[in-house]
């Protein structure tokens, strides 16, 4: 019996998922037509809504935090959960600051990117416009719920938020204030929806025909699932493995100071380092920096290194080092292990990343801007640095504002993905009557293709 | 043993394909640094081989053709393909002319589309680059080669071409043109492969390591036989549901002569109009004033209405209207065949577009700017139109030179792709030895995020 009434409530629970995503769709495309100040009230509703409710959001949060720590106590959550979830005073004060800078942000949506005449009276313009009906699946983190919401909002897209089981308290709390904040400003409040259940991720992702988008923000498991199991066009990247190369005519010192940052810093990002490529002619010198460095600040890396390295490196040396093995090269470890290999050439290290590499992000440590240049032109990654951190790859130092996610893909939206990365274009034609029978045969009319330096005409 | 010996030659033509996509790839991050210049030398060379060689073309082609009429006469082929497979002299003209024409546009590459400083010494560029490797999949038409391959060199992007078996003795001397264009002009010739088998198919759509883009371009069911079988993005269009709403404050004689254009001027293509949709208010007048045009003029088109139309028709009526059924409403007819609807609001037919379309092209007829606005901010689709027929969404009259196929996805590429949607963009960051540490904690630096104006310095 038991499992049947479970049948059936799932059963329910994917009906009104799928009802809500249908909701979504229809009111996405109301969205789409609203005016920036409208969405921008909106969103300064909801951070108001979002002040004024702060104990019941932290209440709702304690009681998320309760649930947890009984599974953590179970042993059935992991502990490191607990911090992520958290959501007190402080933090609640930087999402309010953080949707405030959204909306102090540029409206993303009706800039002309092209403006032609194609014949007298008759005119094309690229206009940027939503993408649609967003679905994002988030894991404990609640900030990501008022972050994620109030970019697709500012951007004209509607969105179905997936939050994870744990901030299930939290999230409908901060939901209802956005829902809120939208109702009073005229919003159509079904273009936002958060859905619970871990079964509404398969639904979602198989409305290929209602959501234009998937978002995964999680483990590498849970964007590679994503990825394999929808026809929809994922946003995201499963890995970070992201490389530097200490070319021949790099700076020790500084090549040391990078490197240990982008390892160091914060290696569970996906934009810390993971493979250090040393042309042969510095990696000695390099090696025995790195050493000195890490030895007087106390500092551990783990160093797996291949064969060349190894021998290159004297009796005495003051790091233990161990041999890399093949899956080295395409493992990321999200923590302070650094696999190393000794190249000949800087030809040599571009084909190691192009074949290893995530498309992430690249640095390369020079003095030689043509060095760089070749670096830049060959190397196929979303970010390619030069003399900087690996870790700079990140929406809000880029000044995005914030951002959805890093994307590995090779189209567009790539790299950190802000507002700019939530909208599309389409192409608007004017005409006065204009038949394309009159531009055909034997006396067809010419295209002038001018392009039209005044767009306000359009 | 016909059978074993069939598998093995198809193990080791599958083995072949493998290794020209794994060379393309290589070739594919050299030809990405070369100058613009020394790309459009190899298309210039390419087009000077191709003027060269036009009796060995010819030639060949006539094989080819000789070859199909058999297969015609056998029953095995269908007579309208021999008519696409013809490679004469003028159009040998027409596709050197075009190669000439990619030469001649701005070089894609290198562009910068936003300069920002993050802080002193550090800045940000968002550079265009070549996407990488892209498989073009393309049936009959021989002339498909030479555009498709101009436009991924000009690009900087390798190009693995799957021609049709019907065309491969041409596709071998046209190829063999631009691979001795790329060779005098020192271009990595295995940036660019010639694969023949049907099972080639298969190999490529698996190579998502490698292959970065697939482009088909042929039949509905191609494009939905690529779509469904890999996990490389597919640009393209299985469906062209091209709408025209002819609104209530519609010129009619404008929207009879835009719908006869957009529906007969070439009724196979995927941007001529499928639907009609038609404001009460105007649907009799414009019924009236399409029969009398086409009685006129001599022409038919096949009308579909639904039940409201049809009550709307008086008795006596010239045309002969034929009942609706709901698959009409998503079918692409690629004939003179017209389904109509009336509809009470703009707003429903914005619903039924974006339901029933496949957001490739939608126009609306009407002289009020206001309800174009609407039309324009809510129908989610990669043309949206004013007053001119669906037909002209094209690169070459959108002054693309050329295109490699028209998108119908919501992401960039959208619409018609050009040369500029064969690009993606990559991050560049350069520094003076910047890390993230110096940016986090009490006393962190201060990004800066000033747009640079003077591009000069990067």
């Not at 809120?180 to 639904?203: C, F, N």
């Not at 590679?224 to 010192?253: F, W």
């Not at 190894?310 to 493992?331: Q, R, V």
């Not at 992430?360 to 390619?384: L, M, P």
């Amino acid at each position: 019996m038991s499992t049947t009434s479970d049948t059936m409530d799932t059963a329910a629970a994917n009906e009104a998922v799928i009802r809500a995503v249908e909701k979504g769709k229809a009111a996405s495309a109301t969205l789409a037509a609203l005016p920036h100040e409208q969405r921008n009230r909106a969103l300064r509703n909801a951070a108001e809504h979002l002040a004024a409710r702060e104990s019941a959001i932290i209440e709702a949060n304690e009681g998320d935090l309760a649930q947890a720590e009984k599974q953590v106590k179970e042993g059935t959550l992991n502990h490191s959960l607990l911090h992520r979830l958290k959501l007190n005073s402080s933090k609640l004060r930087d999402v309010i600051v953080g949707i405030t800078q959204v909306t102090e942000q540029q409206d993303p949506l009706s800039r002309v990117t092209l403006s032609r005449e194609l014949d007298e009276g008759l005119a094309l313009y690229r206009v940027s416009c939503p993408i649609g009906l967003i679905a994002v699946i988030f894991e404990s983190r609640p900030d990501a719920l008022p972050q994620i919401t109030s970019l697709c909002l500012k951007s004209g897209n509607g969105v179905i938020l997936k939050g994870g089981s744990e901030a299930r308290l939290t999230n409908r709390v901060l939901f209802d204030c956005f829902r809120a904040g939208m109702h009073k400003a005229g919003l159509p409040t079904d273009a936002i929806a958060l859905v619970e259940t871990r079964e509404a991720i398969k639904v979602l992702l198989d409305a290929d025909q209602l959501i234009d988008l998937v978002v995964p923000r999680g483990s590498n498991q849970l964007v590679s699932y994503i990825q394999a199991n929808t026809r929809i066009p994922v946003l995201g990247h499963a890995e970070g493995i992201c490389h530097m190369y200490v070319d021949r005519k790099a700076d020790i010192v500084m090549a040391v100071k990078i490197t240990i940052d982008a390892k160091t810093q914060y290696p569970a990002a996906c934009n810390s380092v993971e493979t250090l490529l040393l042309h042969e002619g510095v990696a000695l010198p390099f090696m025995q920096a790195l050493a000195a460095e890490l030895q007087s600040t106390n500092q551990a890396i783990r160093l797996l290194c291949d064969k060349r390295t190894m021998a290159l490196i004297p009796e005495g040396f003051p790091l233990i080092l161990e041999p890399a093995k093949e899956e080295d090269w395409s493992t990321e470890y999200g923590e302070e292990t650094l696999s190393v290999k000794t190249v000949d050439t800087l030809s040599d290290a571009i084909v190691h990343i192009n074949k290893y590499g995530s498309h992430h992000t690249e640095a390369i440590i020079t003095s030689d801007r043509g060095a760089f240049d070749t670096f830049f032109a060959q190397v196929n990654s979303a970010g390619v640095f030069w003399n900087a951190s690996t870790r700079f790859a990140d929406g809000f130092r880029y000044g995005f504002g914030a951002e959805v996610g890093i994307s590995t893909g090779k189209l567009h939206p790539r790299g950190p993905v802000g507002l700019e990365g939530l909208v599309t274009y389409k192409y608007k034609v004017v005409g006065k009557g204009h038949i394309v029978a009159d531009y055909v045969g034997d006396e067809a009319r010419k295209f002038t293709h001018v392009d039209i330096e005044d767009h306000s005409a359009q």
